[in-house]
């Protein structure tokens, strides 16, 4: 259930994430305690905040990072965000009372049967609701009336920032630039030259491996293993129903590896022989050698996100089970000495020798290229005059290729997005190759309206947080301050 609340809540959550990069020095450290009124920790704008009011905002924003990360915020990095997300939320709250802006209890119960994580299809679930109020928020030690707290200030939060951020305007040839760039259709010529390979090993090579590794030594070592408990919930993969209830039940068994502080329980062992699961022991795993295995590559993928503060995987899905991993121990990592470096570094100095070599060549083919383009030859005419092979690429709209999941592609994406039409690119490498690329024509985009819509909602989000990071830089220079000696 905590993955999935995750997953769902991210989209109205933006409230609760809202990250604005301030300066951890301006408050210093932070250990809570009990919250007592009337002790005053800092001001807003002149006015005192005492301890409660920080402490309870402080809860809140715990909430918020439970909801949208799916566990509870632990270590130094997942406490100082809390602490952020708490800070803003009491400058943006303050905000909202000076714009006397209030929610009634009629849009509160609006937003919370609103709420993604308790919809099904787009319509509320009392189930899933009544198992999040008497369920997960008991186990976090949460009321049901902090969370409508968190929720009507989140909706004040999101009024004043609405008030903030009036006014924005988009230029709307930005918006024609960017269609036409990132969403209309283009069509490519394009030519490949392979690297020059420096193939023999060129005399007097360890003087130059030498101080390279000097300069790397700490960064060259050998490769972290990790070792794992793990427990599995087998399905059949020819049904969907059998999946879902092997995810279902590794989820719920997450749960119970918090304690009731929402701390991960010390003995992952005993937990899962009381639920009758039986542990394996993985490892030691590398995170890149396991390739043979799927179940094993998956796990150790997401086992390698964890960390000694947060141990517990969410529910892995393998080919036939979901897997819940806790992360045992961890090794490796030892500095390695020249000689267990020296042909990993030999590799990566030739390749770039050779890669140098072929960028040199290639910047020299595509000047004689774009000199004979200027004598009315095409493209394909000048390139193959230099002896260049061109392939042809009639489609393709950048904005479905940088949201492929292959990096080359999102890479090559890129390099078109920035040519103007009839350009040929400057030499790009992918692979083992260097590519020169050539913009023939760009078509509009599909479905213009609605993609222009898309590029306006971008924008308006993009210039939103701009003017909320000067607003709080601008508070944050005037009497506003959270004073360090809680």
Same mark, same amino acid.
């Given at each position: 259930?905590?993955?999935?609340?995750?997953?769902?809540?991210?989209?109205? @959550?933006?409230?609760?994430?809202?990250?604005?990069v301030?300066?951890?020095a301006?408050? +210093?450290?932070?250990?809570?305690?009990?919250?007592?009124? +009337?002790?005053?920790?800092?001001?807003i704008e002149?006015?005192?905040?005492?301890?409660?009011?920080?402490?309870?905002?402080?809860?809140?924003?715990?909430?918020?990072?439970f909801?949208?990360? +799916?566990?509870?915020?632990?270590?130094?990095?997942?406490?100082?965000?809390?602490?952020?997300?708490?800070?803003?939320?009491?400058?943006?709250?303050?905000?909202?009372?000076?714009?006397?802006?209030?929610?009634s209890?009629?849009? @509160?119960?609006?937003s919370?049967?609103?709420?993604?994580?308790?919809?099904?299809?787009?319509?509320?679930?009392?189930?899933?609701f009544?198992?999040?109020?008497?369920?997960?928020?008991? *186990?976090?030690g949460?009321?049901?009336?902090?969370? &409508?707290?968190?929720?009507?200030n989140?909706?004040?939060i999101q009024?004043?920032?609405?008030?903030?951020?009036?006014?924005?305007?988009?230029?709307?040839?930005?918006?024609? &630039?960017q269609?036409?760039?990132?969403?209309?259709?283009?069509?490519?010529?394009?030519?490949?030259?392979?690297?020059?390979?420096?193939?023999?090993e060129?005399?007097g090579?360890?003087?130059?491996?030498?101080?390279?590794?000097?300069?790397?030594?700490?960064? =060259? @070592?050998?490769?972290?293993?990790?070792?794992?408990?793990v427990?599995?919930?087998?399905?059949?993969?020819e049904d969907?129903?059998?999946?879902?209830?092997?995810?279902?039940?590794?989820?719920?068994?997450?749960?119970?590896? @918090?304690?009731?502080?929402?701390?991960?329980?010390?003995?992952?062992?005993?937990?899962?022989?009381?639920?009758?699961?039986?542990?394996?022991?993985?490892?030691?795993?590398?995170?890149?050698?396991?390739? *043979?295995d799927?179940?094993?590559?998956?796990?150790?993928?997401a086992?390698?996100?964890?960390?000694?503060?947060?141990?517990? *995987?969410?529910?892995i899905?393998?080919?036939?089970?979901?897997?819940?991993?806790?992360?045992?121990?961890?090794?490796?990592?030892?500095?390695l000495?020249?000689?267990?470096?020296?042909?990993? =570094?030999?590799?990566?100095?030739?390749r770039q020798?050779?890669?140098?070599?072929?960028?040199?060549?290639?910047?020299?083919?595509?000047?004689k290229?774009?000199?004979?383009?200027?004598?009315?030859?095409?493209?394909?005419?000048?390139?193959?005059?230099? +002896?260049?092979q061109?392939?042809?690429l009639?489609?393709?709209?950048?904005? &479905?290729?940088?949201?492929?999941?292959?990096?080359?592609?999102?890479?090559?994406?890129?390099?078109?997005?920035?040519?103007? =039409?009839?350009?040929?690119?400057?030499?790009?490498?992918f692979?083992?190759?260097?590519k020169?690329?050539?913009?023939?024509?760009?078509?509009?985009? &599909?479905?213009?309206?609605?993609?222009r819509?898309?590029?306006?909602?971008?924008?308006y989000?993009?210039?939103r947080?701009?003017?909320?990071?000067?607003?709080?830089?601008?508070?944050?220079?005037?009497?506003?301050r959270?004073?360090?000696?809680?």
């Amino acid at each position: 259930m905590i993955e999935w609340i995750r997953h769902a809540s991210k989209p109205v @959550l933006w409230i609760i994430v809202l990250v604005v990069v301030v300066s951890f020095a301006f408050w +210093g450290d932070f250990t809570p305690t009990a919250p007592v009124t +009337g002790v005053i920790v800092g001001r807003i704008e002149g006015r005192p905040l005492d301890q409660k009011t920080f402490l309870t905002s402080l809860r809140e924003a715990e909430l918020g990072y439970f909801l949208s990360e +799916g566990r509870v915020a632990q270590g130094a990095e997942a406490e100082r965000t809390v602490r952020d997300r708490a800070w803003h939320r009491l400058l943006l709250l303050n905000e909202a009372d000076r714009l006397r802006i209030n929610v009634s209890s009629e849009e @509160l119960e609006k937003s919370i049967l609103q709420f993604p994580p308790f919809l099904t299809e787009g319509n509320f679930n009392p189930v899933i609701f009544n198992n999040f109020r008497q369920g997960l928020l008991p *186990s976090l030690g949460i009321s049901y009336r902090d969370f &409508e707290q968190m929720m009507r200030n989140d909706l004040r939060i999101q009024r004043a920032i609405e008030v903030l951020t009036t006014g924005i305007f988009i230029d709307e040839k930005t918006v024609e &630039e960017q269609l036409s760039r990132n969403y209309g259709i283009c069509s490519l010529e394009l030519v490949e030259i392979p690297l020059d390979v420096v193939e023999q090993e060129p005399e007097g090579l360890d003087d130059i491996l030498r101080p390279i590794y000097e300069s790397r030594k700490e960064q =060259l @070592l050998s490769p972290e293993t990790r070792i794992f408990e793990v427990v599995r919930f087998t399905f059949d993969p020819e049904d969907p129903l059998s999946r879902l209830d092997a995810r279902d039940k590794a989820v719920n068994f997450s749960i119970t590896l @918090l304690d009731d502080a929402g701390k991960p329980v010390p003995d992952f062992a005993t937990v899962a022989q009381n639920a009758n699961l039986v542990v394996e022991h993985l490892g030691p795993l590398k995170l890149n050698d396991q390739d *043979s295995d799927e179940d094993l590559a998956a796990i150790a993928q997401a086992g390698f996100n964890l960390t000694k503060e947060s141990p517990d *995987s969410n529910a892995i899905e393998g080919k036939t089970a979901f897997f819940i991993a806790r992360l045992k121990e961890t090794g490796g990592r030892e500095q390695l000495t020249y000689e267990q470096s020296r042909e990993q =570094l030999k590799v990566e100095h030739l390749r770039q020798q050779s890669l140098s070599r072929t960028f040199i060549k290639a910047r020299e083919l595509r000047e004689k290229i774009v000199a004979t383009m200027s004598e009315g030859k095409s493209f394909r005419e000048a390139a193959e005059a230099q +002896g260049l092979q061109v392939n042809d690429l009639p489609r393709l709209v950048v904005s &479905e290729a940088m949201d492929s999941a292959d990096i080359t592609q999102i890479r090559f994406a890129n390099s078109v997005s920035f040519l103007s =039409l009839g350009e040929v690119s400057q030499p790009q490498p992918f692979d083992d190759k260097v590519k020169l690329i050539y913009l023939k024509d760009r078509k509009p985009a &599909e479905e213009p309206e609605s993609v222009r819509a898309s590029i306006r909602e971008k924008l308006y989000r993009q210039a939103r947080d701009q003017v909320l990071s000067e607003w709080l830089a601008s508070t944050l220079r005037g009497d506003t301050r959270l004073d360090i000696n809680l």
